[in-house]
């Protein structure tokens, strides 16, 4: 078996093999196919471009040190979802936007987690991990989601009302604005000093990148890792656009709703590569990576990507987006956010506790379907 071959079937090779459907989508698009086909394609599409831009993120942070290299790292880890929520912005479905805000926590909660617990624990009666570092993501994620939701409850107390499952946009004045703005900074800045405490006060905490890498045998040069970064980074934007494109006219198509597709859909589609990288490690009894990874990149989304779609919804679509989410995302949010504390408490994981974790991602699945 040639080495292209071992590393195309490989862990980490598996989302090269979805490269055809990039020029497949492009054609569809052009061509005015089907909405559901044109959508199908990019969304697979968007899978081996993260999985490149992940991989470049990776070969710089390795040649760059512990701590520009973590950085590097939690930065560009979320540009897949941040990209595609920038087009999502610019054509007004600030709803699906939002949505795929708490998919995205939803997901590495109890999707990334719950298969990891599952895959690594079928061969090994425990699993163990730091539950201090555990711990203090969970924290961190708790923290933010309440900040993130305190403009709803001020929406609610104030009378008025959440938005609806099936709206894309919702103008909710310019208070509801300014104080989302303010929470955005305030997020923005939780996130710095959480970069500060990981990376340098309490490295020691967390898994030093040497014992996360696997690095391949021919790694690249800084110059290659940019470029591959820069193309990946186009080629996403590409498929991003004719994803979210694509969205409106595709979920009426295959019978789901804007708030599914976000959701679920979208969600998982730009977290996908590296939703694999968790339960590859798990596989290998390498908890404390896998748990860092979906309960961290969690994090990410709440103190990071939100806040930064917020500042730039000021600046493209047709108004400025309110934090303001819809009960289902505001119940669900919460629920994961309790459930990952409880789980990761003692610092021990079972497959039971997975399939657990996979049973409440498919109820809420569920309801979302039917919302």
């Known amino acids: 078996m040639s080495k292209a071959r071992r590393f195309l079937l490989s862990g980490s090779g598996w989302p090269y093999l979805l490269v055809p459907l990039i020029p497949i989508a492009i054609v569809l698009e052009f061509s005015h196919a089907e909405a559901a086909l044109i959508f199908g394609a990019a969304a ?30 939690v930065t560009f880890g979320n540009a897949p979802e941040l990209i595609i929520a920038f087009f999502a912005l610019n054509a007004g479905l600030q709803e699906v936007v939002k949505a795929s805000i708490i998919g ?7 999707l990334v987690m719950g298969a990891a617990m599952l895959v690594g624990g079928l061969k090994r009666p425990v699993q163990t991990f730091n539950p201090t570092a555990a711990a203090v993501q969970s924290s961190m994620l708790l923290l933010a989601a309440v900040a993130l939701v305190m403009p709803t409850i001020f929406q609610l107390v104030a009378g008025g009302g959440l938005p609806g499952v099936g709206e894309d946009r919702v103008d ?4 509801l604005e300014r104080m989302s703005l303010v929470v955005a900074f305030i997020l923005l800045a939780s996130y710095a000093a959480g970069l500060f405490f990981s990376l340098k006060s309490h490295r020691a905490l967390f898994n030093p990148t040497s014992e996360a890498e696997e690095h391949l045998d021919e790694p690249w040069s800084v110059r290659t890792a940019v470029i591959v970064l820069a193309v990946a980074g186009v080629a996403v934007g590409i498929m991003s656009e004719i994803l979210v494109g694509s969205i409106s006219e595709a979920s009426e198509t295959i019978g789901l709703s804007e708030f599914f597709v976000g959701l679920i859909v ?19 009894d390498k908890m404390d990576l896998a748990v860092n990874i979906s309960i961290g990149s969690s994090a990410q989304i709440a ?7 917020v500042i730039l919804s000021f600046f493209v679509g047709p108004n400025p987006m309110a934090l303001v989410f ?16 409880h789980v990761t408490h003692d610092g021990e994981s079972t497959w039971y506790e997975g399939l657990q974790l996979l049973a409440v991602y498919t109820v809420l699945g569920v309801v979302f379907f039917y919302a």
């Open 44 to 73: 697979a599409g968007v899978v081996p471009t993260a999985a490149l831009m992940g991989r470049a993120t990776e070969e710089l942070a390795h040649r760059s040190g512990p701590g520009i290299g973590g950085f590097l790292n």
């Open 104 to 110: 995205s926590i939803l997901g590495n909660i109890l």
């Open 172 to 175: 909710f004045g310019s208070d």
């Open 266 to 284: 979208v969600a998982i589609v730009g977290n996908a590569a590296e939703h694999w990288v968790a339960i590859y490690f798990a596989a290998k």
């Open 303 to 309: 103190l990071f990507a939100a806040p930064v779609l």
């Open 326 to 341: 819809n009960g289902f995302e505001l119940g669900a949010v919460f629920l994961a956010i309790l459930i990952a504390n």
